[in-house]
């Protein structure tokens, strides 16, 4: 941390600033320029509250030299984090492939999803009991009910369940049916549900706000790990920029990013990230290449009557044929499928 | 509503569409193409599920004609609404100043920037006892006492308190106490949240989110008035764009843009709109110009050492001269203040 | 600026560094930290490439504590910077509007309008001869005839030109006609007509780059101040976000953080900051309470047949509405208008 | 094409709209809604001015069904063109890698990095003769001098040529050295520019500016096709998102989405799409596995003295090994390298 001085500080400014530091439990270090001085902060390798430094008299700004993420770090944790989900372990040498529809909506529907995509490949199964909505005039899915449905078909696939939290007071509902807690776009930035999830037993996959930086997921990630859950899994799923042709823009570079500044796994939504049915396969090839540890994929068997992303979502066939093609990219790299 | 089908769509996708259409109890009227065939659809004035017309066979996509809000809109509700909040009317001739620091200290921090800011002619008082913060290591809030200390300065100061509140199962305990209920940035899209406060018998005052549309806003407050509240102030806070000199970028635009789209009043936070002191001021000044209906302002009577957003709030001296400076404005546009 | 090497550097690439910033003529300031080594330099005044010392071995990046335009910077020059544009001073303590339409189509249209705004107010004419336009399929211009036009409808009401000039070999021409040389957003960054802009004898009218940083803006006017023109305008014409509704996102924060760092004018254009006539009497009001030196507006005496932009063009009697409304925001800021 | 008619026009007004329609060569069929009456417009085929029709008095808004591009559509040409470099074919069944600096700076170094690359497999040779750079203190290139270096490694390598032209007047003398002539970013809006290329007899490499969506590249592409030269290479090199840890997005969606829009070649630009040295090899898979047709990457043999963005280019060695990884992705998706 630096700590920039402002041209016009007086002396006691200064002082008061350095005394700050030290009482802090670090070390100042001052370099007089020609129009500024700077103060270097030598931590003690815990974090602190860099506000407060921030609003002293006398201060302009200050900047970050080390990162504000610590547990996430893979400077204090240079191997990989690998997740396990019964069988399935993420992070691994394997990718590992998450498929299921949007909602669910009879038990029919996931019955037939479930079986369909366990025979082509996928590890684990998707679903959204809850569903967060932009317009109060939607579809908010079947809650409880929709959880048992799940739990039926995990008996009878033997898929692992994805499904998604949407508020604090339900992670102890949730829990009892999924195996990995989801956290949706929406709710990457709900501190008192990233809290409610860091105290849960269950695997958290931890998806990037569609306005969010990688640095502030990472923060994100940083609340679930600082309370205890150290089984996060991160999801690039497309940020908001001015192009308008797709529904988002999927960010590859993140995943290289993310496999370099944490030791957690990073998995890819081509669905969310792009909302068109046709640039699926070749944008879930991509985050393959680009080093993802795996993909989150929408499969409808009848997407034209899907209550909710229809647009987005694969037939049962097409998804054998990503599958196939991801298997593909995945021996390129070294990786198993 | 238009629906386009695509090129080669057969006649009994066609005739399905019109088929559902109708069911619907609306009316589809058909215009034949050189290369596609559009049907135009005649509502009854009711929503309906945009989506399920979307995901048909032979749908490449519809585009709206008139706006997914209703209650919200001012085409439904011509005359502009004033929410009451004791005394104070928002939306009216006069313009509403709500004043205080981000987050709730001590009592005598808050005794003497309500006593401060009540002089200097704010309405209301503002001031956080739950923060949402994107690191786990920084200052949280005081939770219930904080609300306890907002409730004794009211008393002292005759001014009610606006005040976040950041999950579902807060809004009971925190109803007991504010006179307004918050809806922060973060969680103008935590749609339980929503619900919740449009289930209280408080009045709203929403926040845009940092990267959402004045759609969007709309539809949030959709969300609330749907779920029975009317009393809703909406506030335009910054959006995040690729400028980084200042924290958000605060658009002016959606001032007059919003006046027109809906009847709900708007006002404008110009402290998280810039995130920077020196800018607050002229920025409060454009907000009124535009004509919006209010301001909320951080003020702090030792910013240096506030907890949290130290660097945007003013001084209540500071905040004298913005009230002179935005007086002088209010007035140049016959608004009272 | 201050240098921040890797954590993994060996001495020599440190002492490296130091050698080349004392080639260079500045002091090099070195501070120990935990885990990384720092270097600070104090710089002689002179700019020198950030670029070099990044590419060195061993350095991780660079961060200025500076900005890195100096002619363009108030703290170089802390007065204000006033531009005369033959009678019309434009900086000072009135107000500047300029308008007229976007393209200028003939005689009869630019005489009308140009007699309208004088009537109205304005103090310089505007009218694009050469106009950039995204299709190949629309109007591109009336080029040489229309800075005839232009000229004659100077002669007919004294008010100065602005007009658009769009290639470096133009300039020579343009300047012919024009009293004001206009770059438009698109061609911001066109470095090549900077320079021969910065060569012109004509004060430049610069629009922001709806794609540009404030810091990119003023670059562009350090470009021109250094080739030997010190007559710059800054215009601020709003900027691409990812709210759609409106045409640009007019950045309001923009202009007293302008007239912050830098003594140059500064003025708004309301029309494509909303590209909505309904927005820009609104945006005109707070871009004058913002501080804003003046203002560029398009209007046309009919704006349903204007071969371009005829969306955002108010009707004269419109923009005597405006001056109206703007002159009474300008007394409450204490400007002459 | 949908016009929308404003629920107070007059019939009148809509018989002007519909007689403007045929005046034009096209048929308008009327829609009558609830609120709204739709004219849908069925075209001749050939473009025309939408924005006419859009400021006719009685006109709320039009809508596009078709896209505004013609040449450059799928739509129009729906086999793949392929364009040819000498030997070499852009577009085709094999992956095309374009390699070299930033910028040219010396015989010495062009000739040293361009036997390096032509021995890993490049097939072509990049380097910038003119350079835009944002600050007026940094190199601008080498200018002929640059170009006649380039032409002498080019005989030596046996190397095709692609180099940067920044201002039309340029357009002869680098055709007369150049092989490819190259459109930065920062001019893909340069209208004077596309023009001159479009009538020179070169291929053009045509890059995504940093701020323009996919469809204003297309109309960019159509502006040098509609000029008389078919030749044209698209290329996605990053966009500005609020993102700031890497230098740009790379748009990853936009591969297939242009791939599925236009007959087109479309090449990747990893290095500036990422800034960052580490990122270069994985997102350059992640562009060959989501269906790319190149890449164009930076690479210098003493990228710590690069004249500009060192940052960003690979060493030699880097080099072999991305065009070892990226056959194998190539392979995977069945193309050759």
Do not use: W
């Amino acid at each position: 941390m630096i700590v920039i001085i402002r041209p016009d500080a007086t002396p006691a400014q200064l002082t008061n600033v350095v005394a700050l530091i030290e009482q802090m439990g670090c070390q100042a270090h001052i370099s007089r320029g020609e129009r500024r001085t700077l103060v270097g902060i030598i931590g003690n390798g815990r974090p602190f509250d860099v506000e407060r430094i921030e609003r002293m008299p006398g201060v302009e700004k200050t900047m970050p030299v080390t990162r504000p993420f610590k547990r996430a770090s893979r400077e204090f944790h240079p191997d990989n984090s690998v997740v396990a989900v019964g069988d399935v372990v993420v992070g691994g040498s394997e990718i590992t492939v998450i498929a299921g529809p949007c909602a669910v909506e009879t038990e029919e529907q996931m019955s037939a999803i479930g079986r369909a995509v366990a025979e082509s490949g996928a590890q684990m199964l998707r679903g959204g009991a809850y569903k967060p909505r932009t317009s109060p005039y939607s579809f908010q899915g079947l809650g409880e009910e929709g959880l048992k449905i799940l739990a039926r078909v995990r008996d009878e696939t033997g898929l692992p369940i994805v499904t998604e939290v949407i508020q604090p007071d339900l992670v102890p509902l949730v829990t009892r049916y999924a195996d990995v807690l989801q956290i949706g776009a929406r709710n990457m930035q709900n501190f008192a549900l990233l809290h409610a999830v860091g105290q849960a037993h269950r695997p958290v996959l931890l998806k990037r706000g569609m306005m969010s930086t990688v640095e502030e997921l990472l923060m994100a990630a940083e609340y679930i790990l600082s309370h205890g859950n150290d089984r996060v899994i991160l999801c690039e799923r497309g940020i908001r920029t001015f192009e308008t042709y797709t529904r988002n823009t999927l960010d590859i570079n993140a995943v290289p990013l993310l496999k370099q500044l944490t030791h957690l796994p990073v998995i890819v939504d081509p669905s969310h990230g792009t909302g068109m049915r046709d640039l699926v396969e070749p944008v879930s090839r991509a985050a393959i290449a680009a080093g993802a540890d795996g993909l989150i994929v929408e499969v409808h068997h009848r997407p034209d009557e899907a209550l909710s992303d229809g647009n987005q979502s694969l037939l049962p066939e097409q998804f054998v044929e990503l599958c196939a093609s991801v298997g593909a990219i995945a021996a390129a790299v070294g990786r198993l499928m």
